[in-house]
């Protein structure tokens, strides 16, 4: 059984849900890919330090929503735009996590969905 979990971070451009919960004796919850956008007004910073915040700050809300955390994150795939963000970005990305060290992916691609979109977050949590 599956449940699909939806915490209102943004309008949603597609066809998708923040998060699908698979119910199993572990459940499972796949994020999809969430932007550093502001969940309050929709808004998204210039800055990819900004960006990076409220991307991780939205993967908070959506595990909350289901009643996870950080520490259950299993797997993490990172889009970013540019290679000059990287140090920047590991700061950012080390104070969300600590010591958890889950599998991870990251990408430098050539543009996201919105052409002043920096940096895009995808995980998939166990509990």
């Known amino acids: 059984m599956n449940r699909t979990v939806n915490a209102g971070i943004a309008k949603h451009v597609g066809s998708y ?18 932007p550093g ?20 700050q939205n993967i908070i809300k959506i595990l909350a ?6 520490a259950d994150i299993v797997k993490l795939t990172q889009h970013l735009i540019r290679r000059e963000d990287i140090a920047g970005y590991r700061d950012i990305r080390s104070r969300y996590l600590g010591s958890h060290s889950p599998a991870s992916m ?14 895009e977050l995808e995980v998939t949590a166990a509990k």
């Open 17 to 34: 849900s923040d998060a699908i919960e698979m119910i199993t004796p572990t459940r499972i919850l796949y994020v999809s890919g969430t």
């Open 37 to 56: 956008i502001d969940s309050d007004t929709g808004d998204l910073p210039a800055g990819f330090a900004e960006q990076a915040e409220l991307a991780w």
């Open 65 to 70: 929503a289901a009643e996870m955390s950080v």
């Open 106 to 119: 990251l990408t430098f691609l050539p543009s996201l969905v919105w052409p002043n979109m920096l940096i």
